[in-house]
């Protein structure tokens, strides 16, 4: 599904120039459940964001699902990201003026599902999710565990080929971080190639591939359970 | 879902929400206003329906004081008109006069009926080809016959209910004009609409004009050139003005050649359309009313300054907080939403906010409307909202608005990285360039909101000059009106005058062609002394009796008042005619002679000081003051300080007992004085209105910033506090950035304005010069409104508990 051949992220301000990503090749199959972990600033958030086509690579070639990305002009990316991916964050990244319904149905807005299906859809997830109780309240007024279910619901409605998840337990409690990780992990039972970015081996190891990274590179890659 | 959101986002950001629609609702307001004064101006006489084949004929004459331009035409060039002007398919001749109008009374001993005339009106002699040329709606009468015999007259209809109670009731009455000439109604005629160069309230048949020739100044003559004798004319097509003005080129060519100093026609007739009669800056109209496009044009341009405020407060809100909405618009665009998609986004929101700033600015406008007269002529009955073109307007405001403030906004907007927007980068890698327009936006508005303000204070300060500048005669405590001058009234002046100056208010009485300064003019060629060659210019005249400089306070310079005469034997010259002349000492003028037009031997008795004879628009010319006691038809009554209603009373008895039958009509010269400098006053005024306006659009703007600037910054407010800082300091600091752009603003605005002003200025012959300290006063109201709106803001976060930024990080 994924592959990356000599990926390199750099950023310039006027005095610095950091290389984020450094060559990096990876390869993701559909189907994996892939995390990637490493230290703070190793550049896994940015490994994420490019293979998520929001930020783009400064050389070396993407391939997604064989096409080379990197090449495509800005309204054909969009047009992959609107049917292919879902992002999840780890601060949830939910819009505050609409509420919980109309975050999850906002997706199918732009790839203009008629309103039967995306009222069905939507109450599908948020039972679910159990968040069918909260469906008019807006983001603020949930808890972080509620807000990240909303988010995944909102990441999954269109039923992508792949998630890309930013750390999604980062800022929620371990009960709460641990029905987030099982969502994903049915998620991916049920199909879904996930890529995540964590901190925690724990999460980590829902997947089953470990991609660790260090000062812009893949160091190791662990398996921990061979796809089937 | 997507009005829903707007509404969530704007109930959430309610300051920075109200800042935007008040701001562009009260810009609207204006420009609305602005749209109702020009839109009413340019539909003036529209209501006749071959308005753009109705002309004018008019003269333009030569002279070595330059050209000349005035409605007149000769009455001999009249009747030769419709022969040589084949282009015309009607011509109508017409004579503007302003009668008195009275029923009179029955055989019973039923007294007259008298009537005041109404403002403005004027009525007219003419022929039935009028109703040719100008299309009016018939109540009563034939329009082939209505005006064919003398005595006949049409009236409009509010008139023939005023004087007989129902239109039906008018036709075959019997009205007197000027209590002399007996008409009879023989139709009727709608009213027409405001907005029309002819206000007519009467049209009386042109053997009636022949009949009274020496009530109203029937001069047969090519010499005499009289503004109200007018000539109308249809063309057959609109394009063949140039033609028709190539054969009315030869009217009258061989006579003005033979009546010139020169031996060469120094008067030549032209066309003047329908169309221009409104907007001409040379040539006058029977509704005293003209405006040039240019004014309209510079109306228009403030209406967009105005609009362009209130859109750059809508730009640099939204630039500001875009970091605020960083987060959504990565959030779309990571869910796959394309720019333009995005920009489709922002511009509705802004358009959602257009429609309700419309709103906002339909209400204050319509609230405003009575306001208009302050600054235009446009009544306040005149339809506004009711018409279609007001509407299709709001649709084009809303349209222009919305892309004015949305569009930049939106394409910064848009144009976010998904990446950089989710971590809130966004302001951090592209606030330099963006702080850079806002900034640039903040000092053109205050540019704007400053040059007003020094528009505003000179202006002001060019009228006081006017209303306190000494004119050379008194202008108080004189009460003036019009009496007719045929034979019968003229023989009871000496009683009227004996009345006058038996009641204890009065002091003096004057009779006279006009007072020192009015509208009028009378000129003639002259010779100084009277065998000399004519001089190369003409020669202001007023005359008038020998209380005139007692009544008006004129001051002598040499020699004294002509003695009392019936006809022109003496006369007083002024300054400036000895000036003109060479003549150094004052003293030396008196007992020479000068000719006038061709009568010889004036003999001058005295030199009057100079007097604005005019408006202070135009150069104290050279006059001469004589005798013609047959020519006065205008009364000026001083009178003692005290109860000034009591002597207007007094004044009017007088001549209601003397003249029972005729309509008096008195004015405070004063007011007349004041009416000169109308436009100045309204133009005062508009830069008043909009400089306020301007100020408020410029710092609510600034408030909102601000508060922006504030919020942006209470981290490190917060760390200041921590480490140390004072309020002071910390007001200072945020404030110092907003008072840099004002001190950018008013180091741009003051030349500009200075420029503008002092252009403006140049129109009057005698105005004030520009003083540093307008300027100064300008920047200062700038500086201390922007200042306390930022200190406003700032001081709260200044205030603010340090702990609570921190924590919220």
Known sequence: MIRTNKLVKVYRTDEVQTTALNAVDVSIAEGEFVAVMGPSGCGKSTLLNVLGMIDSPSSGEYFFNGEEIGKLPERKRSDVRKHNLGFVFQSFNLIDELTVYENIELPMLYTKVPAAQRKKRVEELMEGMNIMHRRNHFPQQLSGGQQQRVAVARAVVNKPKLILADEPTGNLDSQNGDEVMKILADLNAEGTTILMVTHSQYCAEFGNRIIRMLDGQVVTENVIRQYL | ?809
Not at chain 2, 250 to 257: P, S
Not at chain 2, 320 to 338: D, Y
Not at chain 2, 458 to 480: A, E, P, V
């Open chain 2, 1 to 809: 879902m997507q009005f829903k959101f707007i509404l969530r986002s704007m109930a959430r950001n309610k300051v920075y929400a109200g800042i935007n629609i008040l701001g562009l609702g009260l810009g609207i307001a204006a420009v609305l206003l602005i749209f109702q004064v020009v839109r009413y101006e340019l539909g003036y006489n529209k209501n006749f329906s071959r308005y753009d084949r109705i002309v004018r004929v008019v003269t333009q004459s030569q002279s070595s004081e330059g050209e000349s331009w005035n409605p007149c035409v000769p009455i001999p060039a009249m009747f030769a008109i419709p022969d040589a002007v084949p282009e015309l398919t009607q011509v109508a001749r017409m004579r503007e006069f302003w009668p008195s109008i009275s029923v009179p009374g029955a055989e019973d001993g039923t007294p007259p009926k008298k009537f005041l005339r109404k403002d403005p009106s004027v009525a007219f002699f003419t022929e039935p080809s009028f109703f040719e040329i100008f299309d009016l709606e018939w109540l009563a009468g034939d329009p082939k016959t209505a005006l064919r015999d003398e005595g006949s007259v049409v009236i409009i209809r509010s008139e023939a209910e005023r004087f007989f109670g129902s239109w039906q009731a008018a036709m075959n009455e019997t009205l007197v004009l000027d209590n002399v000439a007996r008409v009879t109604v023989r139709g009727v005629v709608e009213d027409l609409p405001p907005d029309c160069d002819l206000p007519i309230n009467m049209l009386a048949s042109w053997p009636t004009y022949i009949a009274q020739q020496a009530l109203y100044y029937y001069d047969d003559n090519w010499g005499s050139c009289n503004s109200s004798n007018q000539v109308f004319g249809l063309l057959a097509d609109a394009s063949q003005l140039g033609a028709a003005e190539r054969s009315l080129a030869k009217v009258g060519e061989k006579q003005y050649a033979e009546n010139s100093s020169t031996g060469k026609a120094d008067k030549t007739h032209r066309l003047q359309p329908m169309s221009d009669l409104h907007f001409s800056d040379k040539l006058n109209n029977s509704a005293f009313r003209t405006i040039t496009k240019g004014r309209l044009k510079v109306l228009s341009f403030i209406a967009l300054l105005i609009l362009g405020m209130a859109c750059f407060n809508f730009i640099n809100l939204s630039t500001a907080m875009a970091s605020q909405r960083a987060k959504e618009i990565g959030v779309r665009k990571t869910l796959g939403v394309g720019r333009g998609q995005l920009l489709r986004q922002f511009l509705g929101e802004t358009a959602v906010v257009s429609v309700l700033s419309v709103a906002l600015g339909v209400a204050v406008a319509r609230l405003c409307l009575p306001l208009l007269k302050h600054i235009s002529d446009v009544p306040v009955e005149a339809p506004f909202l009711s018409l279609p073109q007001t509407w299709a307007f709001l649709v084009f405001v809303t349209i222009a608005v919305t892309l004015l403030a949305g569009f930049y906004p939106a394409v910064v907007l848009a144009g976010f990285e998904p990446a950089g927007a989710l971590k809130n980068s966004v302001g951090a890698v592209r606030g330099g360039h963006r702080a850079w327009v806002r900034q640039s936006l903040v000092v053109l508005q205050f540019s704007i909101a400053i040059a007003f303000i020094v528009g505003t204070i000179i202006t002001l300060s060019q009228l006081h000059f006017i209303r306190t500048k000494d004119l050379g005669f008194d202008q108080n405590l004189i009460y003036t009106f019009y009496y007719n001058n045929d034979s019968l009234s003229v023989a009871k002046l000496n009683t009227l005058k004996n009345r006058l100056l038996q009641a204890p208010e009065v002091e003096a009485v004057s009779y006279n062609t006009d007072p020192p300064s009015s509208g009028n003019s009378w000129m003639s060629n002259f010779a100084f002394p009277s065998n000399a060659e004519d001089a190369d210019f003409a020669l202001q005249i007023k005359y008038a009796d020998t209380d005139y400089p007692k009544t008006f306070g004129l001051r002598m310079a040499a020699g004294k008042w002509y003695d009392p005469s019936d006809t022109m034997k003496q006369a007083v010259v002024n300054e400036a005619f000895l000036r003109k002349m060479g003549v150094e000492k004052p003293e030396d003028a008196i007992g020479e002679d000068l000719k006038l037009g061709g009568r010889a031997g004036i003999i001058i008795t005295g030199v009057v000081q100079d007097f604005h004879a005019f408006s202070v628009h135009q150069p104290i010319a050279p006059l001469m003051i004589s005798t013609q006691r047959d020519y006065y038809y205008n009364a000026a009554v001083k009178v003692n300080p005290g109860d000034m209603a009591a002597a207007a009373r007094a004044i009017e008895s007088a001549f209601d007992e003397v003249y029972p039958e005729q309509v008096f009509e008195g004015h405070w010269y004063d007011e007349t004085i004041a009416r000169f400098y109308e436009d100045e006053n309204r133009f005062a005024n508009a830069c008043k209105g909009f400089g306020v306006l301007a100020i408020f659009i410029a710092c609510i703007g600034l408030f909102g910033l601000s508060s922006h600037a504030a919020a942006r910054r209470a981290k490190e407010i917060g760390i200041r506090k921590v480490l140390g800082a004072g309020t002071a300091g910390i007001t200072a600091l945020l404030a110092r950035d907003f008072i840099k752009l004002v001190l950018v603003a008013f180091v741009l605005a003051a030349p500009a304005g200075w420029y503008f002003m002092n252009r403006w200025l140049q129109d009057f012959a005698y105005r004030i010069d520009i003083q540093w300290w307008v300027f100064v006063v300008a920047g200062a109201v700038a500086l201390v409104g922007a200042t306390l709106v930022v200190a406003l803001q700032t001081v709260r976060a200044a205030l603010a508990d340090p702990v609570e930024s921190l924590r919220s990080e």
